[in-house]
């Protein structure tokens, strides 16, 4: 006890704080796994209760299995998130560097309307979008979702990269221009891996919206072979009945990729790579 | 020959005249010194030669070559910046070798130069260590290092001691002098520091608001400023501009006289009383205050036995001041 008052209140408050918006960010993940392990009646009876040897059943997983395209959603909705995120990284950085090296005309107002998207939601566009697909032949392709979501990573990733870009030395991208170093080369080899935590932080944003969102795969993508994970748990909500078991099996599995992306990107976060650099 | 040629250069940035109608010639071997206050434009008249911006109008010839067109890279210059701008994510080594890499030479000639020039500058412990780990000194060394490696017709330096503390700035301030006759190389160096322009320079150029100021050897700018600004940006501590204190000049017309050459002299032509001493043990700096209410700082050489309140008379040799008018350029029949 006395341990504890030699804490200042200040460190007990923030903790109990943290601690709390913990508990309540983690207890609807906590729910789902542990009904993910439970039998029907039990995920009915008792949903807050954690599985026992009565109640435990791999039912919902076996559902999701033997389903057999479960496999094969889940390549789809990591195939559009990982080629999506490059495509932001890449040419939202591209732009970001652009926008703060170069002066040319207008390099404010490309500026300012590359961060208009930021603002305007890109669903209000869908019957627009949806369009065009048509029109491209695009529908029913993972090519139009990995489009969508690019354009709607591209906004803020511009706004977010530019500012750090900024922020890098121009010494070290003259020296680079002295030493013969393309612009390429320059962009590529000394500013990337200085904004990599920048970079990270952009990747983080635009994952999660990506994995989870249902609105574009319903309307641009819903054949079979190229559903993503979130809409291909759907099957298991049906107007009458859910298979709840199967529901939150998929789910729970489905939080798994998002976990191992997150954990790769916020290692990034933290590093810091630019000491020594310049003074 | 000459290293470098300057011939009517202009630089625009939007509608603001940063660079004005700059001519210079620098000889082969040359040691070159830009100075001037923060905002004058030196380090973009250094960016101009080395490439990294365009002349708005004039030419730019290094050795026998026009390059206003030709990028920074082939232009036959390298730079050390203020901020060593190390590549981090490379070794000492790969920092001072990949210009050399980038130019396609063979491997076995970067690997001897790069060793030639770890040798001449200490670094051969450090080869294989990256600029994180190295201490400012290192750093700004391994920077020099870089451009030594290639081999230049010029060599261009950007305020490179400005982030190393005093002790450190002095010894490497000593190790460029020694560089600069080891390879009798033409070099151009920007500095605001009116130390490094006087003890490193072979001539320095003193630069103001985009224009030349006045170009010379240190002694001809020391002894003979062109005009007000020169003379008191050279010299520590700075020159005494007086109007009214000493009988007999006109009105409109400043005279100056250096610290150093104002004595303690029981008939001396200007009188006040002390405000402060600083006592340096070699020397003794003065300041007092005259009869007319101007501010003048006196240098007197080893110690001195002058207190705070003390009244004194002080004197100057006639050929020791010079004469400003009211545009502040220097005249030269004295009025009284």
Redesign the interface.
Known sequence: MTQIRRIPGTAIAAHAVLITYTIIALFPVFVILINSFKTRRAIFRDPLGLPTEETFSLIGYQTVFKQGDFFLYFQNSMIVTVVSLTLILLFGAMAAFALAEYRFKGNTLMGLYLALGIMIPIRIGTVAILEMMVSTGLVNTLVALILVYTAQGLPLAVFILSEFMKGV?D??K????????SEYKIFF??VL??VRPAMATVAVFNMIPIWNDLWFPLILAPAEEVKTLTLGSQVFIGQFVTDWNAVLSALSMAILPVMVLYVIFSRQLIRG??????? | MTALKLENVNKFFGSVHVLKDINLTVEEGEFVVFVGPSGCGKSTLL?VI???EDASSGTVTIGDDVVNTV????RG???V?????????LTVKDNMG??LK??GQPRAVVEERVSKASKMLDLEEYATR?????S?GQ?QRVAIG?SIV?DPKLFLF?EPLS?LDAALRMNTRVEIAELHRTLSASMIYVTHDQIEAMTLADRIVVLRDGRVEQVGTPMELYNNPANRFVASFLGSPSMNFLERSVPGVPDGQTIGIRPEHLRLAQSGRISGRVTHVERLGGDTNLLVNTDQGETVTVRLFGQDPTEVGDVVRLEFAADDAFYFNEAQERIFEAAA
Not at chain 1, 175 to 181: C, E, Q, V
Not at chain 1, 273 to 279: D, R
Not at chain 2, 130 to 134: F, H, K, S
């Open positions: 030395s010494d070290l003259n020296a680079g221009r002295i030493d013969g170093l080899r000394l891996p200085l790579i630019t000491s020594g650099a310049v003074k | 960016r080395a490439g990294l990028p920074p890279a082939k210059i390298a730079m910046f203020q901020s060593y701008a190390l590549y981090p994510h990949l210009g980038q130019e990256r600029p994180a780990e190295l400012g750093r870089r290639r950007d982030n």
